[in-house]
């Protein structure tokens, strides 16, 4: 038998419904605040993943599921959306169209980590993208937009991380620091760290490794380094913030994994997912836009873990099973014929039915009721059809009503109609 590829999943129902409350919320939420969906494609050209992300972090350098495309292209399924709304964004031009365009997409990403719980080849984000807006007023705001969403799906016990990883005028400095700083304690560091040493000595920062964690137990600092305006572009979103009635926490180690990020850097974490503690993370990229052939635009997103996410939902609120409100239970040939067209005529007309065809016995088809969840049964045999009613019945109370048959799509969209 042909199985799931390695660090992939299958998303089956009822699960698939707590999936589907949470994407309707997330459009609802984020649609109250401007922003509209974009969708572009899982595929693109591995150049714009290689150019935005950065040639020299884990994702770039090992995550990527990259093949070759028609005539010399390589190709890349996506390991995360801010490159491709960006590349929209340039292609088609939106800057002059609209100078503070709001995005939110939704779908799969795939990045070639280590299988683990909470971490998937195919995983899942929301994402929000904001284009043209250099206030730190917007930076706050999609803060609060995404805390606010996980409070509206009473997920709780989450944390804002806030870090700010400055700007070309200022991070060269830092860099600087850090670099010779840990160059002193090259020998304390994992292999990773030592090649992130000389190429992106920042991710050091964030290494989960203990060793290097130690290392950088006194590190310098970025916010000591921050120029007058990302000094005073950091403090306005931590007012911001707190006018909001947003509770954050300043993480000097946050760097997030990929190298666009600018000024402001956040990560919504929770301490009930283990190891994988990141259910979103985001920050601004105020140089992406142009480093990607578009104008100088400045621009801020985040993405949520979906997988995360769901896992922490659907621990509180476990996936109902949702029957049909009536399920058919037809016995004989001339019953299911009849329950072939009511049962279609009735879903047509917004009630959840199903009828079962299979013509196995009464006692088996009640098993089946009861284990999908039927709201109600509905029986119809050749006494049923002789007498021209048939037997509705209510599988939590038991109370039954006998229906004419030739007004039961009436009668049902009537009694049962949402
Ligand atoms: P990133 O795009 O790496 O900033 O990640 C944003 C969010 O996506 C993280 O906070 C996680 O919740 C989620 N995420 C990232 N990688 C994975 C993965 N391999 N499996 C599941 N969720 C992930």
Same mark, same amino acid.
Request: glycine share 12%; charged share 20%; proline share 0%.
């Given at each position: 038998m042909i199985q799931l590829v390695r660090g992939f999943k299958d998303i089956l129902p009822p699960e698939t419904t707590v999936w589907q409350s949470i994407e309707d919320t997330a459009r609802r939420h984020f649609e109250n605040f401007g922003f509209r969906e974009i969708r572009p494609p $899982? #595929? /693109? @050209? =591995?150049a714009l993943f290689q150019r935005s992300i950065g040639e020299h972090t884990d994702i770039v350098e090992k995550e990527m599921y990259t093949f070759a495309g028609s005539r010399d292209t390589l190709l890349t399924l996506r390991p995360e959306a801010t490159a491709s709304v960006v590349r929209a964004y340039i292609q088609h031009k939106i800057y002059a169209a609209d100078p503070a365009a709001r995005f939110y997409t939704i779908g799969p990403m795939f990045r070639k980590e280590r299988p683990q719980k909470g971490r998937y080849r195919q995983f899942y984000q929301i994402n929000a993208e904001v284009f043209g807006v250099d206030s730190p007023y917007m930076d706050a705001q999609l803060i609060y937009m995404c805390m606010t969403f996980f409070r509206r799906l009473s997920v709780s016990g989450l944390q804002v991380h806030l870090n700010s990883l400055g700007c070309p005028e200022c991070r060269p400095a830092f860099r600087q620091k850090l670099s010779e700083m840990l160059a002193g304690r090259a020998e304390n560091l994992c292999p990773d760290c030592l090649r992130r040493l000389e190429k992106n000595p920042l991710r050091v920062l964030d290494c989960k490794v203990p060793a290097c964690r130690e290392a950088v137990a006194d590190a310098p600092s970025m916010l000591d380094f921050l120029c007058d305006d990302c000094g005073q572009h950091f403090r306005t979103v931590q007012a911001a913030l707190a006018d909001m009635d947003i509770d954050f926490q300043i993480d000097p180690r946050l760097v997030r994994g990929l190298d666009y990020y600018t000024r402001t850097a956040f990560e919504i974490q929770t301490s /009930? #997912? +283990? =190891? @994988?503690? =990141? $259910?979103a993370g985001g920050g601004r990229y105020d140089q992406l836009v142009e480093m990607l052939g578009g104008p100088a635009q400045p621009a801020i997103g985040f993405a949520i873990g979906l997988d995360r996410l769901v896992e922490l939902f659907a621990a509180k609120f476990p996936a109902p099973e949702t029957g049909p409100d009536v399920f058919f239970l037809p016995m004989g040939e001339a019953a299911r014929e009849r329950a072939a067209k009511w049962s279609s005529q009735l879903a047509d007309a917004g009630v959840r039915v199903e009828a079962d065809f *299979? +013509?196995? *016995?009464l006692k088996a088809l009640m098993r089946r009721a009861d284990r999908m969840g039927a709201a109600r049964v509905l029986i119809v045999g050749d006494q049923e059809l002789a007498e021209n009613k048939a037997v509705l019945r209510d599988m939590k109370t038991r109370d039954q009503v006998a229906v004419p048959m030739d007004r039961l799509v009436a009668f049902i969209s009537e009694h049962v109609g949402r």
């Open positions: $899982v #595929l /693109e @050209q =591995a /009930e #997912l +283990g =190891a @994988q503690n =990141a $259910v *299979s +013509g196995r *016995s």
